[in-house]
């Protein structure tokens, strides 16, 4: 008899864990579907911070407004994100959740630091962006060339306008065309023709003469690097007795 008793008594138990875990896991379910549900806590307000310069707060706060898809629990703020990364000044941004109905998007601008081609700027990091506004003229620096070559682009203006400047000079616009042909304006409206082969070397070798050009009654309008042992030099016509 003792066996028997003690045999119901472990199943007895057996049987109501079970049954507690499948309480418990529908009642979790159940939460789950709840607090998941779009219309449960739903979103009230959203915080955009940091300071603007160029972007359009109200603009950027509607296109967050209508990637909403969820409730404070259900809302994807990988979604959020991607919309504010559409809007042509933001650079970066955060999406946060603040209980019990808040969303805070820290947003950082885009830092132009060129034009590029006809409609769009580069900024520090060597991404082109196309703002909706029309592009700044304050901007004297211009980059001309295809928008994937763009951080190779300001790799080689850095580097090339240090050296420039150490002679005094400085570089207004860069060129690189499809044939891979790279070409440099200076701000005296100096244009250098590099080509695509041992740029610096040949950017080098110019600027150690450069100051004998200089002292010329002439002065150089083109510079063409694209020579073996030198280049080759045309004259400003203005300048010519």
Do not use: C
Request: glycine share 8%.
């Amino acid at each position: 008899m003792k066996g028997r008793k003690s045999s119901f008594s472990r199943h007895w138990r057996l049987w109501a864990l079970t049954g507690f875990a499948l309480l418990s896991s529908a009642g979790i379910y159940a939460l789950a579907g709840y607090l998941m549900n779009p219309q449960t806590l739903p979103i009230r307000n959203i915080q955009i911070k940091n300071e603007f310069r160029n972007l359009d707060k109200v603009s950027l706060q509607q296109a967050l407004l209508k990637a909403i898809d969820g409730g404070f629990f259900s809302v994807d703020l990988n979604r959020l994100r991607d919309a504010a990364l559409s809007a042509a000044w933001v650079a970066e941004a955060k999406v946060t959740r603040v209980w019990p109905d808040r969303l805070v998007v820290e947003v950082v601008e885009q830092t132009p630091i060129a034009r590029w081609g006809k409609d769009a700027l580069l900024n520090d990091r060597g991404e082109v962006f196309h703002p909706r506004k029309g592009v700044s003229k304050s901007l004297p620096l211009q980059f001309n060339g295809d928008e994937d070559k763009a951080p190779v682009m300001l790799d080689f203006f850095v580097r090339e306008q240090r050296a420039f400047r150490r002679i005094g000079k400085s570089i207004r616009e860069v060129d690189l065309d499809k044939r891979g042909e790279w070409r440099l304006k200076l701000t005296d409206g100096t244009d250098i023709v590099v080509g695509k082969e041992q740029m610096d070397k040949r950017i080098q070798r110019l600027l150690g003469v450069y100051s004998a050009l200089e002292q010329s009654e002439k002065k150089p309008r083109r510079v063409d690097l694209r020579y073996e042992q030198g280049f080759a030099v045309s004259w400003r016509s203005e300048e010519k007795g």
